[in-house]
DNA sequence: ACCGTAACACTAACGGTTAGGGTTTAAAAA
DNA sequence: TTTTTAAACCCTAACCGTTAGTGTTACGGT
């Protein structure tokens, strides 16, 4: 699965991380808004037309690890551990999410996010694309079986729970206070009652 | 409250409509993305900088009345009967605001939206601010006393309702499906019980 | 050694959006 | 009524993210 990476493709993830690198220095010391393209493309020393080639807007730049995301949300649903029920593994995940984005390192980032609005637009229709995989993943769990609906409205929920904790003063704490809701809409919807 | 409106408001009603309709008729015409601010000024009669006094952004032309929606859904919350309870009567109104827009005459413009990314994004970050009112709506409430975090929760879900209804194959029962998962998880959060 | 092509560069443009600065006219103040 | 204010509108020119068009280089498979 994993050959060892020829040069092609290490310059090009050097080249994407010079790009990330420069532009992320650039946002942090100037502001997101007071920053152009062309700066950035000149900053990290490569084409204006390059930059776009590895990501596909400018919003991408701050965003750079959001397959990560999305992947991670995946992997606590189809890679859980057999019988663990869903919702606890969605939980734990989440939690550490927020965990990470709620650091003190990434403080600086997260305050450039909230204060411009493109880019808590941006974040917002990215979450609903994860939303989007995360319903996929859960409809394709052999063990649940939901209407498509359901899959669509808890992963939807649980996003929520992602972006409404990270914005609250106990961030943790609104995570446990939503799943506890989700949880509830949970087995409104799920047929498979065990008692 | 609603005094005679003078000549100004009404000239200045007047030209909004005239390019909310000249926009809508070249976007059904040509299809949204081939149309440019220009052509629609222009189809208007106005200048380009008239009409981005009277809409905010290209996209704003297309939903045109999303304060309606906003008002309905937080009018829902505060205009209900007195002891009336909150979810049934947010049901009925997302039922209705469904209904509306699957309905026959509004189909071409539903898919104009459903088959361009930027409108279908613009939506939803829409909905996103629809969301925050209906919160703020819901934490005014005397009668109901729930955290914050339960108030915006609420306030998603039930966006989230209409959001996946509205794509749904059977869009009222869409509707009645995730409201029956969000009444449970209000069960939840509200500390009122009666029995 | 050779060819296909992925990665990158450069220029020029497109399209949404805004700044700057001016004219008219409804409406409020004198 | 007359005067003043300011809202609504116009025009031009630009800004900035993004893309098309067209080459050039150099890695990697044959």
Redesign the interface.
């Known amino acids: 699965m994993t050959v060892p990476p020829g040069r092609r493709e290490r310059k090009k993830a050097a080249t994407r991380q010079k790009i990330a690198d420069a532009a992320l220095r650039l946002f942090l010391e100037r502001g997101y808004e007071a920053v152009g393209i062309r700066d950035v493309a000149a900053e990290a020393d490569v084409a204006v037309t390059t930059l776009f080639s590895h990501f596909a807007s400018k919003e991408a730049l701050v965003f750079e690890q959001d397959q990560d995301f999305e992947q991670r949300l995946t992997q606590a649903v189809t890679g859980r551990a057999p019988q663990e029920p869903l919702l606890p593994a969605l939980r734990r995940e989440i939690q550490a999410l927020v965990r990470h984005c709620t650091a003190d390192g990434a403080a600086p980032i997260w305050h450039m996010i909230d204060t411009s609005p493109t880019l808590r ?1 941006y974040e ?2 990215m979450r ?1 694309r994860h939303a989007e995989s995360l319903a996929v993943a859960i409809a394709a769990d052999p063990v649940l079986s939901l ?4 899959c ?2 808890i992963a ?2 649980v996003i ?2 992602y ?2 904790a990270r914005e ?1 003063a106990d961030p943790e704490a ?1 995570v446990d ?2 799943f ?10 799920s047929p498979s009652r065990r008692t």
Chains 1, 2 share one sequence.
């Open positions: 637009e917002e229709s609903l209407t498509t609906t359901a669509r409205t939807r929920f929520d729970a972006a409404l609250a609104a206070e939503i506890l809701m989700i949880e509830a809409a949970w087995e409104v919807a």
